[in-house]
Structures are given as structure tokens and as C-alpha cells.
């Protein structure tokens, strides 16, 4: 006993009226009991049913599908796109490659997520901007902590000593500033 016409239809991804017609042409038969073997079907279906030739027949072109896994598998059909010489549309076999390749990149990153290999891009943004404030502060407050002491080693003015330093790194951070870091 195989599956309903419906579940067959399903299975194909196509409609009803598809297996209806298949049956009615010949290319695919039916159990007695009027269900169908899907695997039986799906070999009369392949060698039975010609691709559609519509004014010319549409180049082969072999397509990279990223697997989750980060390997890739080939994915071999007609091309319908303007560029690839087709009639200007896009086949249903590239419509559902295309699908498939966004269900797997989508997976892919749900899994890199669950894995905590990923970060959220704002959160990591306001992160590295908080550190470079951070830093920022120390130095501008290490002149004040320092200048004295160094002051004392040289044998020289602290208040001299203390504007020479804070000039000296404000000119080095106004430098650092002037780089603008790239988040791609």
C-alpha cells in the first residue's frame, strides 16, 4: 500500500492536478488499490516526464550549495536568469536552490548562536566604545598622577613637568583619534 495522491503531490512539491494528469498520461501508474509507491512514482516520473522546451533548450549550470556543516554540495539544473542565455525568468529548480541556500545559511548562524560564536553587533560596538573612553580617561588622569614624582626624579618644576606631559598626550590621543576604526 503506498501514499495518497495528496501526500505524493506533497512529496514532489507539486499540485494535485500534476499527479492527476501523470497518471492520466501514462507516466505514472498507480497501485491497484489507487495509492501510490512514491519511489516507484518518482522513477516513472523522472523517466517518463521531458524537460520543457520552450523555444530553445535552457543551458545546465551547476550551482554551489553552502551546507551547514561549511562544505559545500552541487546542485545541477536548467538556468532561466537573462545573464545565463534562459528566456529571462527564474526556474523553479533555482528558486527552491536559492530557498535551500537561505535555509541553510540561516541555519548555519542559528547554530553559530547557540554555540555562542556569535556576538551582537550593537552590544559589541558600545562595548569597544566604552573601553576607548576608559582609556582614554587613564590617560588623560596619568599626568596629574605622575607628574609630580617625575618631577622630583628630574630636579625639576611639577607644574613645568605636569604641562609638558598632559600636552604631550593630549596631542598623542587628539593622533589616535583622528584613526577610524572599521566594523565590517
Do not use: C
Not at 523522472?46 to 550549495?65: F, L
Not at 537573462?82 to 536552490?97: F, I, M, P, V
Not at 560596538?125 to 573601553?131: D, E, P, R
Amino acid at each position: 500500500m503506498g501514499i495518497s495522491i495528496r501526500a505524493y503531490a506533497r512529496h514532489r512539491g507539486v499540485t494535485d492536478t500534476a499527479v492527476h494528469k501523470a497518471i492520466r498520461s501514462g507516466r505514472v501508474t498507480p497501485e491497484a488499490d489507487g495509492t501510490i509507491d512514491a519511489d516507484q512514482a518518482d522513477a516513472q516520473w523522472e523517466r517518463n516526464t521531458s524537460a520543457p522546451n520552450i523555444g530553445t533548450q535552457r543551458p545546465v549550470v551547476k550551482v554551489k550549495v553552502p551546507e551547514v556543516d561549511g562544505g559545500e554540495r552541487s546542485s545541477v539544473g536548467p538556468t532561466g536568469s537573462a545573464n545565463a542565455g534562459g528566456t529571462g525568468g527564474t526556474s523553479l529548480l533555482q528558486a527552491r536552490t536559492v530557498n535551500e541556500v537561505v535555509k541553510a545559511q540561516t541555519n548555519k548562524v542559528r547554530l553559530a548562536r547557540l554555540k555562542g560564536e556569535l556576538v551582537d553587533r550593537p552590544q559589541a560596538i558600545a562595548h569597544v566604545f566604552k573601553l576607548a573612553r576608559s582609556e582614554r580617561d587613564a590617560w588623560l588622569n596619568w599626568p596629574a598622577r605622575i607628574s609630580a614624582q617625575m618631577a622630583a626624579k628630574l630636579e625639576i618644576d611639577a607644574h613645568t613637568m605636569h604641562v609638558s606631559l598632559e600636552s604631550a598626550v593630549r596631542e598623542h590621543l587628539q593622533e589616535l583619534g583622528n584613526l577610524s576604526p572599521r566594523v565590517d
